[in-house]
């Protein structure tokens, strides 16, 4: 288990990239905002995109990686447990009821952290990312709620070290996890905490823009939306009306280039190298999905459990009909009439996977549709940069050529 070795501030530093040069990722990059950093000296060997390395920061932070013995672990990663909850009190604004923001608030409160790295948004636009260090309760709770788009979190990184702080909470998606776990120990803390959030079909501020106009009713009053266990997309809107969109009935012609060729080639749905990891996919509807990973994750979700109500977590259905059908339907961008979509959609509902088995369904589409994605468009990299967890759940199905 890994507690961070501190290092006198002795590494090598380079300069960080201006924002409009190319990164070293190229049109792989998420912006995770290490190459903002004079971090970016470990670029080569920190990037989620440039050097996969899962299984070994997996052993790093949890003292053992993924047993493929094991398909659970291909799926869900190391984990010590895996539970469902709710907040007995949910924060209004959150993205769900807000556990991720409730857990960091206490790590403040009870002085665990001297900060947290969070994401607000900026005031003239609320989808527009703003990373923080959070030093106090009331800058997390107003970073609350998901930011759809690639966000440079790491960006914050050089005022970790130049503020002397030695306890630090992030809160991050997988590829910017990747990173920090690389350079953990370059950043002169004596602690590290990571909560992570499940992360997939990220956008850029435009992408979101194009994705908005052409799925909801009103692009300019949804506050929040999340792609939901009933397989259609839930808009939130300014005056708390709910919008529901069937997935089978999005524009997959229009949305194809929408999604951003870091997630299009991202196999790090479940966030395999965060301590503690909150989601919503592996729970019933109107639940969150937590998986402890190690001792450090379990000791963040003690400080909040007389705030949660909990369940075991659950599994029904067969997912692998409906994956092994998305995936040509998917590739040739079929959209369907939308009463044809509406109509799917119920059914699915009723007789379709729940519980572990619909995040296993996710899982699945988003692993064979980015597999293809990688061989058609970056071949060289398909052996190193897709983990051996990933390509045994893609050879699960007939993949076309
Ligand atoms: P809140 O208390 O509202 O806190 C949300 C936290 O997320 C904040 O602390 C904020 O700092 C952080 N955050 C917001 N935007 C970003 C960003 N762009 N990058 C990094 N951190 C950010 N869960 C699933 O189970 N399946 C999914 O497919 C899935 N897709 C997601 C896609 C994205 C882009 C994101 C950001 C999250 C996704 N999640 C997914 C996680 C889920 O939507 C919730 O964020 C999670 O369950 C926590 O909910 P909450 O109410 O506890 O969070
Ligand atoms: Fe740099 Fe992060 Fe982009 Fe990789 S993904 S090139 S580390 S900013």
Redesign the pocket.
């Known amino acids: 288990m890994t507690s961070v070795t501190p290092q006198p501030a002795k590494h090598k530093k380079a300069r960080a990239l201006k924002p409009s040069s190319r990164r070293p990722a190229k049109e792989l990059c998420s912006e995770c905002g290490l190459c903002d950093t004079y971090y970016i000296h470990y670029v080569k060997e920190a990037c989620a995109f440039l050097n996969q390395q899962i299984a070994d920061l997996e052993t790093k932070a949890h003292g053992r990686s993924r047993n493929l013995d094991h398909p659970d672990d291909w799926y869900f990663g190391v984990n010590q447990k895996m539970l469902t909850a709710k ?1 007995i009190k ?2 209004e ?12 608030m206490e790590m403040l409160k009870q002085g665990k952290v001297e900060g ?5 948004n900026t005031e003239e636009d609320r989808f527009q ?1 703003m ?1 923080i260090i959070a030093r106090t309760p009331e800058e ?1 709770l107003a ?9 440079p ?1 790491l960006s914050v990184l050089e005022q970790v070290e130049q503020s002397g702080m030695k306890r630090l909470l992030v ?3 997988g590829c ?1 996890i990747q990173a920090l776990r690389s350079v953990q120990n370059e950043l002169g803390l004596e602690k590290l905490y990571v ?1 992570g ?6 956008v850029n501020r435009e992408g979101l823009q194009k994705f908005l106009e052409t799925t909801s009713r009103s692009p300019e009053t949804v506050v929040h939306y ?2 939901m266990q009933d397989f259609r997309i839930h808009f939130k809107h300014e005056d708390g009306s709910i919008e529901k969109v069937p997935f089978f009935g999005l524009k997959t012609n229009q949305l194809k280039d929408v999604f951003a060729s870091s997630c299009m080639s991202c196999f790090d ?2 966030n395999s190298l965060a301590d503690l990891v ?6 019933p509807f109107g639940w ?2 937590i998986l402890v990973r190690n001792d450090i994750g379990q000791e963040m979700l003690d400080l909040v459990q007389d705030q949660l109500e909990t369940q075991p977590v659950m599994s029904k259905g067969d997912r692998k009909q409906a994956v092994q059908q998305s995936i040509p339907a998917y590739d040739k961008g079929v959209t369907l009439p939308m009463w044809a979509a509406k109509m799917m959609g119920v059914v699915i509902e009723k007789i379709g996977p729940k519980g572990l088995e619909y ?1 296993r369904f ?1 899982i699945d589409s ?1 692993f064979t549709r980015n597999y293809l994605y990688l061989k058609r468009n970056h071949p060289q990299k398909l052996e190193a940069h897709v983990p051996e967890y990933a390509k045994r759940i893609v050879e699960q199905y007939k993949l076309p050529d």
């Open positions: 907040k949910p924060i604004g959150a993205q769900w009821t807000g556990i991720v923001s409730t857990i960091a947290v790295v969070c994401v607000q990312p990373p997390v970073a609350r709620v998901n930011k759809p788009t690639l966000s979190n809160i991050g998606v910017q909560l959030t499940p992360c997939v079909d990220n999340e792609f749905y479940v909150v989601g919503y996919m592996g729970a969150q999905w995040a996710s988003h």
